[in-house]
C-alpha cells in the first residue's frame, strides 16, 4: 500500500489489497468493477448486497478461512466508507482516500459514528429496553416512566421569571438500587440516557463509577446530566510527559531553564530587511541551575531503582529460578527468560481466569501469567543491570550518563513504566461519559457536571469502594493476594471534537484550599481507535483470528493485555493483508485534558510524596458534602447566573421538545 498526498485537500491515500484466495480475489475484482461504475451514494448498498449473496447470515462455525477474509474485507469496505473514506476504482484496482474536508465538523463526526449507534437502535433486545422504560407503570399510586426524568421545561421557565433558584443539583451514584421517586432501577435510567449520545454505547470491563445529576428543585428530580469514570488510557505521551513518566520529561528538567522569545532585527545593508531573531534568556544561574539538578538527581536516581526492585518484588519468581538477592543480573539468565517467553506464548491459547475463588498460585504458574511474569522480569532485571553497571557515584552524573546512552534511556523508561503500571491502575481514571440532558444543556448544564466528576463525592465514592478491591492482574503476577491503594488523585479526559469540547473550556474553579480545579488543555491525541468498526466486522475478524490461532488468544481475560478490542482489530486488519495503521487512525484528533485531584498530584504519581493533600478530609462526609456543594454554587453563580443575563434563556427552553430526547424516535 502506499500513502502520499494527492492534491491539497487529501491527507490520505491507500490502495485496498486483501489478501485472498484465488477464488474470492476474482470475485473482489468483479466487485471493484461494479463500483468503478457505480455513483457514491450507491456504493454502501453494493456492498450490503454482496454481503448478503456470500451468505453472510448462514454461515457455519466450520466455514473456510478464505470466506471468511473475503466477508471481512467487504465488511470493512463498508465500516470505512460509511467513517468518510471515499472510493476511487480504476483499471480493476481499488483506492480509499481520506479529504480534510469536514474532518472536524460537528455534524460530520456525528455522520461517522451515527452508523454504529443506529445499528444499536435495530438490536430487538434495545427496543425491548427503550418500550419498557418509555411505557408508564404504576408506581406508589402514579403513572410514571423514562419520561418523568426528563426536565420539565415550563417549571424551568416559571422559577426564572418568578426570580426563583432555578434549579437545586445534586449527584447520584448509580447502584442496583431502585429510584424511590419513580421506581426505575438507577442503572437502567443511566443506560437510557447514555444511548442518547453520538457515541455508540458499549459496555466498559474495569473499574468504573457511574453518576446521574438531578434537579430536586423539580417533582421527580429529573435528569440534568450524567458521566462515567473509566480506566485510564495506559499510553498517552501528553500526558505522562506533563505527570513526568517518560525520558523527555527527565531529560527537560536536567537542563537549565530559559526563556526563549523571538524578534525582528533589521538586516544591515539590505535597505530595510528584516530576519527574525532567536533571543534566549537563562532563567537561573550556573550555581542555582546546578544545585536544582543535584537536588532532582538525588530524589528521581532513588525512585527509579525503587521502582524496579519494587517491581520485581511484585513477580512471582519461584519456577523462574531467580533468586531475589541478586545484585547483579546475568546476561545469559535474561536471555533464557526471553526465550522461555517466546516458548510458552504458544501455550496462551483459550485464556481463563477463575474469578470466583481464585487460587492465586495456580492462576500465577497458568502459561499465560507465566509468560507474562519472564518477559516483565527479563525487562525489569534488563534495566537493573544497566544501573548497577552505570559509573559514577554521584547521582547527577550517574543520571547524565545514563540520558546520554540508548540502554540507558531504556532503563529509566521501564522504571518508569514499572511506577506508572501502578498508578494508572488505582490513582487515576478517565472520564469516558460526561454532558447533560436537554433541556437543562439550555442552563450550561455540561459544565456543571464536568465539575461534579470532579468533585470531593467522587473521590471519596471511588476511595471507599476500591478500598478493599482485589487487584486480578498484580494478584495473578505475584501468587498471592494483591491490594492496591485507591486514593484517587488524576482524571484525564479527550474531546470528541478536534477544535475542543465548550462544556471544558474556561473551568478553573478556585478551591478552598487555595488551589484549582482545572481542565488543562495537554495537547492533542494520534487518532487512533476502533469506535467506527461494526460489530459485524469485530465478529468476524474474530473467527479469522481464532481460526489462524488454533483457538481465542484474545479472550477478554485479566493479563492477556490491555484494549482486547483494539489488538483484535488490529490483528485482524493484519491478517486479511490490510495495514493496521492506516485504518485504525480514525482523522478526528481530540484535545486531552488533565485534571488534578490533589495540590501535590504529580508529586504522588511519581512516588516523591506518599501522602495526598485534597484539601478536605475524605473520611468526613460532611465535609465532602460541604465542598461538593461549594462547586454546585460556583457553577450556579458563575455560570448559570451569566447564562440568564447573556441569551434569551426562556426562548430557548421554550423551543425544546421532549421527543428530542426520546429514544423511540430512533428505532
Known sequence: MKNSKIADSTVAIEEYVPDLSEKYQTRFTALVEKLESTLPHNRNFLLEEELKRIGIESISECADIDLFKYMASISLLKDLSLQGWQFRAESGKLYLFMNEDNLDDKAHIRYRLSAERNAQFKTESVKRFIIRMETQRLFKGEQVSIKNLIGN?????????????????????VTQDKDELTGIELSDIWRYFRYTWAIP???????????????????????MGIFALGNSVL???????????????????????????????????TDGGKIKAKIVKTLETDEEYAIRIQNYSNKIMPLLIQNIDAAIGDIYTRDLGYHRNTKYPKAEYIEELINQAIELEALSINNKNNEKNPNWIEETQKPLFKKKRATELAKLLK??????????????????????????????????????????????????????????????????????????????????RYAQQVSEIASRMRGQRVVRDSRLVYLGTTSLYAIGSSQYNRIKVPLQNGSKLEYKKMGITEGFGTVYFSNETSSMFSRILEIIDGGKKIN??????????????SRGLKAIGIRADAFL????????????LASNTNEFLLGIDQDVEYGFDIEDNQDVQAHTQYLIDYWYNRWLEMRLKSVDIEKRLDAFDIMEVLLSTKC
Open 153 to 173: 421545561k415550563d417549571v424551568l421557565i416559571q422559577n426564572i421569571r418568578k426570580g426563583s433558584k432555578v434549579c437545586d443539583p445534586y449527584i447520584q451514584l
Open 235 to 269: 499510553n498517552l505521551s501528553v500526558r505522562d510527559e506533563d505527570i513526568g513518566w517518560t525520558v523527555e520529561a527527565i531529560k527537560k528538567n536536567m537542563q537549565q531553564k530559559v526563556d526563549v522569545s523571538f524578534c525582528e532585527q533589521e538586516v544591515a545593508g
Open 585 to 596: 487512525k480514525h482523522y478526528s484528533p481530540r484535545i486531552v485534558y488533565s485534571i488534578n
Open 383 to 464: 534495566a537493573k543491570k544497566t544501573f548497577v553497571e552505570a559509573p559514577y557515584e554521584d547521582n547527577t552524573k550517574k543520571l547524565q550518563f545514563l540520558l546520554s546512552k540508548d540502554e540507558g534511556r531504556q532503563a529509566i523508561t521501564t522504571a518508569l513504566i514499572a511506577n506508572r503500571k501502578c498508578k494508572i491502575g488505582s490513582n487515576m481514571m478517565d472520564i469516558i461519559v460526561c454532558g447533560s440532558i436537554p433541556p437543562y444543556n439550555e442552563l450550561l448544564g455540561g459544565k456543571l457536571v464536568s465539575i461534579l466528576a470532579c468533585s470531593p463525592t467522587v473521590i471519596r465514592d471511588y476511595t471507599h
Open 201 to 223: 454505547y458499549k459496555t466498559m470491563p474495569g473499574r468504573n463509577l457511574f453518576y446521574l445529576v438531578r434537579d430536586r428543585a423539580q417533582k421527580y428530580h429529573p435528569i
Open 556 to 569: 477478554h481475560v485479566f493479563g492477556e493485555g490491555t484494549s482486547p478490542r483494539f489488538r483484535m482489530i
